[in-house]
């Protein structure tokens, strides 16, 4: 069975710095891809950055990057120039299969504050 | 576009009451998934449809849960005889079909209380 796992409960930083999560999965499959999700106070659940499996290159989009190291079944979020409204619950997430849509297997979640 | 729409957003029902949850997806995507959002649990995987056809239930408690979606812009998750153990947040979400990423959009959630 799948498993996704992030150490993490925590994280305080101060605003304009950067953050660094970590995330662990464990799957039989051989192509998969990997998400980070942000949660909101309000509730909303917002999808940020993807890592395909079979890419090398390690993902950006805007001032997020993961760091994945495939090895060693990792995959982190790094958030450069943090801003307070960054502070959320970030989860990492899998997908549950190699076939399309078959939804995905979540992380129990890193809560992020910022702080000025 | 709207994205998933829950309704109720907020629902409190007494032991042993039943509660009906609904859920919209985005127009034009033919996956739907239904989560259950605790702090102990975290995410769970209850259930997924596909086309309005029920692919995998492997996640939802086999007595008094049941979800079905009648047609592409609606499903429901029904609790039967709620407990207060079912107090969460239940999250609906949508995939588009063609994807192979598995990329969610979800729903701004529906938090179930059972007194």
């Known amino acids: 069975a799948q498993k996704v796992t992030q150490t993490q409960t925590s994280i305080s930083v101060v605003e304009k710095t950067t953050v660094t999560m970590d995330c662990v999965y464990e799957?039989?499959?051989?192509?998969?891809?990997l998400f980070w999700y942000k949660q909101t106070a309000s509730g909303e659940i917002v999808f940020l950055i993807r890592?395909?499996?079979?890419?090398?290159e390690n993902a950006t989009v805007g001032h997020y990057s993961l760091n994945f190291q495939k090895p060693k079944s990792s995959i982190g979020l790094i958030i450069t120039a943090t801003q307070i409204e960054d502070s959320a619950v970030y989860f990492c997430?899998?997908?549950?299969?190699?076939?399309?849509?078959?939804?995905?297997?979540f992380g129990l979640g890193t809560r992020v504050s910022v702080f000025p | 576009n709207a994205g998933v729409i829950q309704t109720p957003r907020h629902k409190v029902t007494g032991k042993g009451q039943e509660a009906t949850l609904w859920c919209e997806p985005i127009?034009?995507?033919?996956?739907v998934f239904w989560y259950r959002q605790t702090i102990v649990q975290g995410l769970e995987f209850l259930t997924y449809?596909?086309?309005?056809?029920?692919?995998?239930d492997s996640g939802m408690p086999k007595e008094r849960f049941s979800a079905q979606m009648p047609n592409q812009s609606h499903s429901t998750l029904k609790i039967q005889s709620t407990q207060p153990q079912d107090s969460a947040v239940y999250l609906c979400?949508?995939?588009?079909?063609?994807?192979?990423?598995?990329?969610?959009?979800f729903g701004e959630g529906s938090k179930l209380t059972v007194l």
């Open positions: 979400a949508s995939a588009l079909g063609g994807s192979n990423t598995g990329q969610l959009y």
């Open positions: 997430a899998m997908s549950r299969g190699r076939n399309y849509a078959q939804g995905l297997t």
């Open positions: 449809f596909r086309n309005q056809a029920p692919i995998d």
């Open positions: 799957t039989r499959d051989s192509s998969y891809f």
């Open positions: 890592q395909d499996s079979y890419k090398k």
């Open positions: 127009s034009g995507h033919s996956a």
